[in-house]
């Protein structure tokens, strides 16, 4: 405003004195009036752009981890009530074996990257419907819509795969355990499918780890 102010008095002060005429006087005064709001509507703009940037990224960081890039826990609590109740879905609950043996003997950044690894994978392996969250520590779950047990296994059998292929050397090689839940066939509610797909997850570690467990009645 202080610049608009200044604008306007330089105007009368100084340049409009140099014309006699009235019909001259409206048009300079058009013309500078409307460059002058031309370039506060700009700058208007622009901080109003700057200022949806900032919401959209505000909003994005707190849906987002920010190690893995998956989105979180509370991402996954809040999707999970919208969750349509009129087609299959499956749960698929994973877990990295012996995690803690890349923290505790390789250090924090060699786990950092495992599991930055291991969900970027994960992430490439599903289909472009299907979300994927970090649930918590070195737990992953994955949403597969319009998606049956039988093809929730091919999906998870594929990401084990996947991920036995990664290349972690001079580190141990990486392994991963999954279990696996579908609605309608397991449950009719959808904390119900995440309760059993944790349930498979711990079958698939105590069978010896590095296998696809399919939650069976």
Do not use: W
Request: overall charge neutral; charged content about 20%.
């Amino acid at each position: 405003m202080i610049i608009l102010g200044i604008f306007y008095g330089i105007t009368y002060d100084y340049i409009m004195p140099l014309f006699t005429s009235n019909l001259a006087h409206c048009i300079i005064q058009g013309i500078v009036f409307g460059f002058i709001n031309y370039f506060v509507v700009i700058i208007i703009l622009k901080k109003y752009s700057d200022l949806k940037k900032s919401n959209t990224l505000l909003k994005k960081n707190l849906r987002i981890d920010n190690l893995t890039g998956l989105f979180n826990r509370r991402t996954f609590d809040n999707d999970i009530q919208n969750v349509s109740l009129d087609s299959d879905y499956s749960i698929i609950f994973i877990d990295i074996d012996n995690f803690r043996k890349f923290n505790n003997e390789f250090g924090h950044q060699c786990g950092d990257t495992v599991l930055k690894n291991v969900c970027q994978t994960i992430k490439t392996t599903v289909r472009n419907n299907d979300r994927v969250y970090r649930y918590g520590g070195e737990e992953i779950v994955v949403l597969l819509n319009n998606c049956d047990k039988k093809n929730a296994f091919q999906i998870a059998e594929k990401i084990r795969l996947n991920i036995t292929e990664l290349d972690n050397s001079p580190f141990p090689p990486i392994t991963i355990s999954l279990g696996i839940s579908s609605y309608p066939e397991d449950g009719t509610e959808i904390n119900e499918i995440i309760e059993l797909s944790d349930n498979a997850l711990l079958t698939a570690k105590r069978s010896g780890k590095n296998q696809v467990a399919v939650y069976s009645h």
